[in-house]
């Protein structure tokens, strides 16, 4: 996080305010999230397996339930890790938009004279403070692209185990509603509502944390990736004379800033096995359908085996 600290004593010299209640309460909520989701789906599961009459030791219980917290809390650390990042950005942002729409405080500074001459030296005067502003966000995007290098060193293992053990529980509990429906368990129907209430959880529990994973890190890219949109349209100077004034040096220095988010798009991964993106999730996507057709043919050729070696038996 000292990069962020550095990036912020920049944004405060750049006269921005640095609020970091926001952040101590984006910390609160995803922690009181957490102990929500992992307390609500305790009483489901437990109070659904109780009306079964079925001894169930809480023990037992309780150590599936903080495998998959461990999860969300991976989760959740990367995902408040990747909103400080993206709230930086999004300040960055701000300044280059008031600059884009001549709301930055060296326009209003410098819309006070009168005179041709001093109109020129004015503009001038403003045209240096607003490069060096575009200057000073170029720097500061420089240091939150470091950010991405340590997200991926620092989440990239956890990330990876955390997917693979989701996508698991998914292909898996998948395979066991399949197999279930198709014995014929929906005919006692109070157990088959336990069997759904606990394998909709863990499906759409596997789903949330991969969808929370993604989400949040092409979040992350779409906010770094707004400084080229704004600096690419910089609007010519019309002063209160109305002279016409387009400053070169002003549109090279977003140029130079465009070109560099250009070149320095973050990609966040999973120690470089894969990608955070939205593409993974149809890659995911068709892993799961991939491998339950495995699974399902494996069953049924054993099935069909086992019914071959009964006839066989029997003649």
């Excluded at 109070?190 to 944390?209: D, K």
């Excluded at 994973?213 to 690419?232: D, F, H, K, N, P």
């Excluded at 010519?236 to 400053?247: D, K, S």
């Amino acid at each position: 996080m000292e990069i962020v600290v550095k990036v912020d004593k920049a944004l405060e010299d750049l006269g921005e305010d640095v609020d970091y209640t926001k952040d101590a309460h984006l910390a609160l909520n995803i922690s009181i999230c957490q102990l929500a989701v992992y307390l609500f789906r305790f009483l489901t599961i437990w109070t659904s397996l109780s009306r079964l009459n079925v001894p169930i030791p809480l023990e037992r219980l309780y150590q599936v339930l903080y495998s998959d917290a461990l999860a969300f809390i991976a989760a959740a650390h990367y995902d408040f890790f990747l909103k400080v990042v993206r709230g930086r950005y999004d300040r960055i942002n701000k300044v280059l938009e008031d600059i884009k729409n001549h709301k930055s405080w060296e326009y209003k500074l410098f819309a006070q004279t009168n005179t041709v001459g001093s109109v020129h030296k004015a503009i001038g005067l403003q045209d240096k403070y607003v490069c060096e502003k575009i200057q000073a966000c170029a720097k500061m995007y420089g240091m939150l692209y470091k950010m991405t290098d340590i997200s991926n060193r620092t989440f990239g293992g956890i990330l990876v185990a955390t997917i693979f053990v989701s996508l698991t529980d998914i292909i898996i509990n998948m395979f066991y509603f399949m197999e279930a429906t198709a014995a014929g368990l929906f005919h006692d129907v109070e157990r088959y509502i336990v069997f759904l209430i606990y394998v909709a959880w863990q499906i759409a529990y596997g789903i949330g944390i991969i969808y929370l994973i993604v989400y949040i890190s092409e979040g992350a890219v779409y906010a770094a990736m707004r400084l080229s949109i704004q600096t690419l349209h910089q609007k010519p100077v019309f002063t209160a004379q109305g002279l016409y004034e387009l400053n070169y040096a002003l549109i090279h220095q977003a140029m130079q800033l465009s070109i560099q988010v250009l070149h320095q798009k973050p990609v966040f991964t999973a120690q470089g096995l894969y990608e955070l993106n939205y593409a993974l999730l149809h890659q995911l996507s068709r892993s799961i359908a991939t491998y339950l057709i495995i699974l399902l043919q494996f069953v049924t050729d054993a099935k069909q085996t086992a019914a071959l070696e009964f006839l066989n038996t029997g003649d």
